[in-house]
Each structure stands twice: as C-alpha cells, then as structure tokens.
C-alpha cells in the first residue's frame, strides 16, 4: 500500500479513502476504505476530516504506481514478520497457562505479565496481519481451550484495525478476548469436551461461566469495564436471543459484537475433540447465514472482507494441478495472494518449498498465469501448513 496525506479540499471522485485523521468508528462511514464515487462522499468526508489519506495503488491516480510497484499491496513481507510474531505468541502462550495455573490453584488474575506482550501483539498485528493469521493455525483438539483465547484476540485485531480502531482501542479488545472464557476454568475438562449432547443441567451450567468470568475480572486490577463488557456480552445475540440478559442489536457493546463473530468464526475453524474442523469457506457462509440474526450484518460483512477468499493459512488448489498454502494477502487483487508452493502437479510433495506473488507469478515464458481455482478441505492430502511456513 502506498498511502499519500492529501487535504479534503483536494479530494476527487475515483481516490480510494484508505484512512482519516480520525478513528473510522467516531464517524458514519461503516467500513475503513472506501472508493469516492460522487461528490456527496467528499462533502460527507468534509464533514468529519480535516485531511484524508488515499491509497493512490487502489484508486486514482493508480496507473502512475502499479507498474512501479510489482508487490503491489505488501509493504512488509510475511517472512520479515514472522520470527517476531512466533515470539510474541509463544510468550503469550505459556503466560497465559502460568495465570490458567495459578487461578486454578486459588490466586487471583494478575494481568501485568501479559500486558506487554499483547501490545506487541497489538503492533505487530498493524504491521502485518498475515504473519498473526498464521499462527491462528497453531492449534490441536487437545490445547483448544487455551489457544482459542488467543486466537481470538489476533482476529478481533485485525477486525479493529479494519474499522480504524485507535491503539489503545485494540488493546482493550485483545484483553477481553483473551479473558472472555475465564470463567470456565472453575468446569471440569470432561464437560467442557463432552462428545455427546449435553443435558439441561449441563448448557445451564455452561452458560453460568459468564457470571463466572465477571467475578474473575471484576476482582482483577487494572482490567477497563470495556474488557469486562467483553465478557459480560460476547454470548449476547444481536435478535436477543443470547444469554445472559437478551439484549439486542445496540444494546451488545461493540467490543462483544466483535467478539461474538470471532469466537464463533475461531470455533467453526478449529478442530475438537467433539466436531470436525470447517473449511474457512464453510465457516463464512455459516457467519453470513445469521447476519442479522445472530450478528450485526454490517460487521459480519466487514470480518469477511478482512479475511478474503482465500485467507491466510488456507490450502489452494492452482489452475496447474499444484498445492499451496496461502502465507500473504495482495491488496490490490484479494484473489492473488503470495503463497507457497507444497504438491506439484503429481500431488507429491516439492524439493523445496517456492514462495510465489500470483499478481505477478507464471511457471515460465510460455505458461499461462497461475490462478487458484479452490481451497481445500483442512488437512488436505495430509498437509498441516503450519510444518512448512513455520
């Protein structure tokens, strides 16, 4: 991306609006990014800013950049992100079993050891979201409870970012979705694995862990309300028909709307010990079927958007026949990620493992340009893509 400052009194129809000098959600625009198509938008815009920042590779004047900037869209490549943001996770892995530990054993919440490395999180999320999308891929059926928080907090991340959520607002989003489930520590695993239906008693207990997360924060010093509304609401649905109070549409902050989707979305995504992991294709289909319903269409629409067709992490299948795993989203063109070649075209595993842009990439001179043509099922032909990116 190559963002150029320019005052709203310039502006002109065909500019990509790629930032405000404002967070996005203190205005009426819904999604962050957007292409000026009358002058209605810009007197809108005039409204709100004083000064804008456009995308000059998405809109006008793009012509003038694109044939000069073949990474079209990657400002910091994956693999210069990835050694930091593996760091980060692993610290923030083993912090937060430390803190599982010790309210297990009857201490209370301390969150100060893990403050600081979720704002590297945080950081390291603006920097590059591919590098933290990946490591949402690190997860078994058998240590889900533990990374789901985790992973969650990276997906509420990258939706914050993309509604132009200020620093400190993704800060306190990160926290609440990492503490969010707090409360189920006081259930014994058997339940909360439980492969058969559960009984009345069971869902009523299950949902008590709600109750059970607020007492656990609201005793916690230095957690923000924000955080504790995290809690309180991500299980409230937006037609009200959540637990624990039914509140609905505006009533569900906007921190546990959000959470809401990604805990869901992560869910679907993961595997479990008592359901079979989904395809990202799945799981988005199902998050836009309960638009409306279960959640704010508006931001169902805008999580999908951030994600793409074929995220990050994904298995694909290319026009040649070839297998990869997507590491790196293209800006310009969603549907031409940098990835990283695993099967050839006999479906046996390369030599080595090429990193390639589709924006740019063909297999030679006389060879049509390489598309993908579907994403795979998790686990396809045996393939954990974490191995080889990691």
Same mark, same amino acid.
């Given at each position: 991306m190559?963002? !150029?400052k320019v005052? #709203?009194?310039y502006?002109?129809?065909?500019?990509y609006?790629?930032n405000l000098?404002?967070?996005?959600?203190d205005?009426?625009?819904?999604?962050?990014?957007f292409?000026i198509?009358?002058q209605? &938008?810009?007197d809108?815009?005039?409204?709100?800013?004083?000064?804008?920042?456009i995308?000059?590779?998405?809109?006008?004047?793009?012509e003038?950049y694109l044939?000069?900037?073949?990474?079209?869209?990657?400002?910091?490549k994956?693999e210069?992100?990835l050694?930091k943001?593996?760091?980060t996770?692993?610290?923030l892995?083993e912090e937060?079993n430390?803190?599982?530990d010790k309210?297990?054993?009857?201490?209370?919440?301390?969150?100060?050891?893990?403050?600081?490395?979720l704002h590297?999180l945080?950081d390291?999320g603006l920097r590059?979201?591919?590098?933290?999308?990946l490591?949402?891929k690190?997860?078994?059926?058998?240590?889900?409870?533990?990374?789901?928080?985790l992973?969650s907090?990276?997906?509420?991340?990258?939706?914050?970012k993309q509604?132009?959520?200020?620093?400190e607002?993704?800060?306190?989003l990160?926290?609440g979705c990492?503490f969010?489930?707090i409360g189920?520590?006081k259930?014994?695993?058997?339940?909360?694995v439980?492969t058969?239906?559960l009984t &009345?008693?069971?869902?009523?207990?299950i949902k008590?862990? #709600?109750? &059970?997360?607020? @007492?656990i924060l !609201?005793n916690t010093?230095g957690?923000?309300?924000?955080?504790?509304?995290?809690?309180?609401?991500h299980h409230?649905?937006f037609?009200g028909?959540?637990?624990?109070a039914?509140?609905?549409?505006?009533?569900?902050p906007?921190?546990?709307?959000?959470a809401?989707?990604?805990?869901t979305?992560d869910?679907?995504t993961s595997?479990?010990i008592y359901h079979?992991?989904?395809s990202?294709e799945?799981a988005?289909k199902e998050?836009y079927?309960?638009?409306?319903i279960d959640?704010?269409?508006?931001l169902? @629409?805008?999580f999908?958007q951030c994600?793409?067709i074929?995220?990050?992490?994904a298995? #694909?299948?290319?026009n040649? +026949?070839?297998?990869a795993?997507?590491l790196?989203q293209?800006?310009?063109s969603?549907? !031409?990620p940098r990835i990283?070649?695993?099967l050839?075209r006999k479906?046996?595993f390369n030599n080595?493992?090429p990193?390639?842009?589709l924006?740019t990439a063909g297999? +030679?001179?006389?060879e049509?340009?390489?598309?993908?043509?579907?994403?795979?099922?998790?686990g396809a032909?045996?393939?954990?893509p974490a191995?080889?990116y990691?």
């Amino acid at each position: 991306m190559i963002e !150029k400052k320019v005052s #709203v009194d310039y502006l002109k129809p065909g500019m990509y609006i790629s930032n405000l000098d404002r967070p996005w959600v203190d205005t009426d625009f819904l999604f962050q990014g957007f292409l000026i198509k009358t002058q209605g &938008d810009i007197d809108k815009l005039k409204e709100y800013c004083t000064y804008v920042f456009i995308d000059v590779e998405r809109g006008a004047p793009a012509e003038a950049y694109l044939t000069e900037n073949i990474e079209s869209g990657i400002s910091i490549k994956v693999e210069e992100e990835l050694p930091k943001a593996k760091a980060t996770y692993n610290r923030l892995t083993e912090e937060f079993n430390n803190i599982i530990d010790k309210l297990k054993s009857g201490g209370k919440l301390n969150i100060e050891t893990i403050q600081k490395d979720l704002h590297l999180l945080v950081d390291g999320g603006l920097r590059n979201n591919d590098a933290y999308l990946l490591l949402t891929k690190l997860k078994t059926k058998d240590n889900y409870t533990y990374t789901h928080c985790l992973s969650s907090s990276i997906f509420g991340i990258i939706m914050g970012k993309q509604m132009g959520l200020r620093k400190e607002q993704l800060q306190e989003l990160a926290l609440g979705c990492m503490f969010f489930d707090i409360g189920k520590i006081k259930y014994p695993n058997e339940l909360l694995v439980k492969t058969g239906p559960l009984t &009345d008693e069971e869902i009523s207990l299950i949902k008590n862990h #709600v109750n &059970d997360s607020i @007492e656990i924060l !609201k005793n916690t010093h230095g957690i923000q309300q924000s955080v504790i509304d995290v809690a309180l609401n991500h299980h409230e649905r937006f037609n009200g028909t959540g637990y624990p109070a039914g509140k609905k549409g505006s009533e569900i902050p906007l921190f546990a709307r959000i959470a809401g989707i990604v805990d869901t979305y992560d869910a679907l995504t993961s595997l479990r010990i008592y359901h079979k992991q989904c395809s990202h294709e799945h799981a988005i289909k199902e998050l836009y079927s309960l638009r409306d319903i279960d959640f704010q269409a508006d931001l169902v @629409e805008m999580f999908i958007q951030c994600l793409g067709i074929y995220p990050t992490g994904a298995l #694909v299948e290319l026009n040649t +026949g070839e297998v990869a795993v997507v590491l790196q989203q293209n800006m310009i063109s969603r549907l !031409k990620p940098r990835i990283m070649l695993i099967l050839n075209r006999k479906k046996e595993f390369n030599n080595y493992f090429p990193i390639i842009n589709l924006l740019t990439a063909g297999h +030679g001179k006389n060879e049509k340009q390489l598309e993908i043509i579907k994403t795979l099922e998790p686990g396809a032909y045996g393939i954990n893509p974490a191995e080889f990116y990691l």
